[in-house]
Structures are given as C-alpha cells and as structure tokens.
C-alpha cells in the first residue's frame, strides 16, 4: 500500500525585514562592545546568505528586554494562526476538509504551550473528534522529516486514512539579549520564523509522491552538538562549531548505504529536498553533491528568501518541488539534521 505526500503549504508571519534592514537594530544591541568585535558581528550577519527573513514579531520587540514569559505568549499567540492559516491552505490544495484528516502531528521546538498546538486546531476547525494526535517538541531542524516519518508509519498501517503534518517555529522568541557568545550571534543571523503543513494520504487513488523509504541515522557522543538550554531568559541556543565538519564526516554513512537498500546509487535521484542548515552546512553538503553532478538550488533559495526556520525549512524546500509539474518516475531525497545528533531521511518518487 502507497503512502504519498499530497500537499504541502507554507505560512509567513507578518513582520519581515531585509537583512540590511536589521544591521540597525544589531548595532544598536552592540553599543558598549569592543569596535573590532562589533565589525566582526556585523560580517557575521551580513554574510549569512540570508537576504530576508520572517518573524512572529518585529525587529523591535527581538531586540528590547522583554522577558521569556511575554515572549513566550507570543510564541503561542502566533503560532496557532500561523499554524491554522498554513494547515487550511494544505487542505485547500488537496482539495480537502478538516474533516477528512484522521492523524495530527505538531512539531515546533522554539517554545512551550501545553495544551499542544493540536489541540487548538482541533478546536479551531472542528477536526474529528477521535482524531490521532501526535505533538513532536524536542527534535529540532529534524523534526518537519520526522513527523513526515511517523504520519507514513501510521498511515501504512491504516489504509484509506490521512494524515498532518504542521510545523511552526519562532527562533526570533529564543533570541538571548544579554548573550553576546558567537553562538547566539550566529543563530541570529541565520534564522528566521515560519510555518507549514503537509498533507499525507494512503488512500490508492489520490496523487503525489510516494514515500518509498524513510530512515533515522544516529550520531554517537554528539550530544553536546546542537540544541537548546532552559534559562531563566529563555531557550539558549547550543550551536557546536563541528556541525559541518560532522555532517560532512558521516556523509557517506548517512546517504550511500540507505540509497544501496534501495537498490539506488546517488546518480539516480533527480532531486534533492535538504535541509538548508546555514550557509556552512548548505556549502559542506553542496561540496560533496556537486562533485557528483546534483545541485541544492532550492536548499540555498530558501535559505535565501526566508532563513533557517528550524524543523518548517525543509518543508519550504520542499513545496518547492510539489508545486512543479515533475515526470513520473523522478525521485528524490529529502534529508534533515537535528539534536541528538541525528539525520533523517526520505526518499520519494513522483
């Protein structure tokens, strides 16, 4: 039995900015620090390959001494209309109603709300009542792939069943205003908010992509790699200097051996849906790839266009590729890396 993607649609907050646009605000948070050191964050920012990006609020209220409280109720506030709009646009291009969805899996790990978001979408657009829910807080950049993986399971085990996937994710509310590491720096340059909904099916007659494998990788003694600490301020991002070098180490262990069960080589997928990490990883994974003949164009695009926007980024890359008319047959990858440190995997056939 096929489970195929059916649609995916993304979600933007409403405050946006350049990134030039935003070097203001960066120098005025900079004000008392050492000339050199300011000169260097501002490089930092600027060439982040980032021209653009989105937030759930504006640059002004990122920037003042709120504290984690008043942004986390933002955090909530926003990312249950940012989740309902992006779930209604999926469900409007697979030509479906609320109704007609049978599983529910939310993924964000940029803050807390319990109840889940689930359930406040069950409310908003009355979903039914015996619906499966399946909130995922705590995997990451990983986790758009990994709630993509659980909704497969299930629905390969449940025929003529649907299945979402919302992801929603603000790193502009973890932002810490009194932590000048080159940690937070850097996650402030690269990251960004946004949203987006995948709409999985395994009823036989319905069309899309077709999941034809999906797999986890585990790195071991990574722990330490990427994540967040509790403070009082907030969600801290832990950000190890070694995430590329990592990825680039287990490459072949994390693509080549999952391809080969396949009875694939890397020559024969026509598409590549990666995880646009940072402007290291995209040019660690490009490296690697190009030699090969297959380019990222869509990775570094949306990185681009909107930032890294946690486990939703992939997605975006993503939708990118759902909304061409592609040739039956083509296949594709889909790859992310979150806490833990891990790799998940997807591969996909038109």
């Known amino acids: 039995m096929a489970v195929r993607i059916t649609s995916v649609a993304k979600q933007l907050p409403e405050h946006t900015r350049e990134t030039k646009d935003i070097l203001p605000f960066v120098e005025l948070w900079l004000e008392g620090q050492d000339e050199r050191f300011k000169r260097k964050v501002l490089k930092i920012f600027e060439n982040a390959a980032v021209d653009k990006r989105y937030s759930i609020m504006g640059p002004e209220e990122v920037f003042l001494k709120t504290s984690f409280e008043e942004k986390n109720d933002i955090y909530i506030r926003e990312s249950i209309k940012l989740a309902e709009k992006s779930l209604v646009k999926a469900l409007d291009k697979a030509s479906l109603k609320a109704t007609d969805i049978d599983y529910i899996i939310t993924v964000s790990c940029t803050g807390i709300m319990i109840p889940s978001l689930d359930a406040y979408l069950i409310n908003s657009l009355k979903m039914k009542q015996d619906i499966v829910r399946l909130p995922v807080t705590e995997m990451g950049c990983a986790a758009g792939v990994s709630g993509i993986i659980y909704a497969k399971n299930f629905l390969k085990a449940n025929p003529n069943k649907r ?118 990883i995209v ?27 946690s486990s939703a980024t992939v997605l975006y890359v993503l939708e990118r590729f759902m909304d061409r008319d592609l040739p039956k047959g083509d296949k594709g990858v889909m790859l992310s890396f979150g806490p833990g440190f891990s790799a998940q995997r997807i591969l996909l056939e038109w």
Do not use: W
């Open 163 to 280: 299945a979402a996937v919302i992801a929603v994710e603000s790193p502009t509310a973890t932002f810490q205003l009194e932590d000048y590491s080159m940690v937070n720096i850097v996650s402030a340059a690269i990251f960004g908010d946004g949203c987006a909904s995948v709409i999985l099916s395994s009823y036989e007659d319905e069309k899309g992509p077709e999941i034809k494998d999906e797999a986890m990788y585990h790195f071991y003694d990574a722990n330490h790699m990427m994540g967040f600490k509790l403070r009082n301020t907030g969600l801290q991002m832990v950000l190890d200097q070694s995430v590329p070098q990592t990825i680039a180490d287990h490459f072949p262990q994390i693509i080549h051996p999952f391809l080969e069960k396949n009875n694939l080589k890397i020559e024969d997928i026509d598409h590549l849906v990666f995880h646009p990490g940072g402007k290291k």
């Open 283 to 309: 040019q660690t994974v490009e490296d690697l790839f190009g030699e090969l003949g297959k380019n990222i164009d869509d990775t570094k695009e949306v990185l681009r266009l909107y930032g890294n926007m």
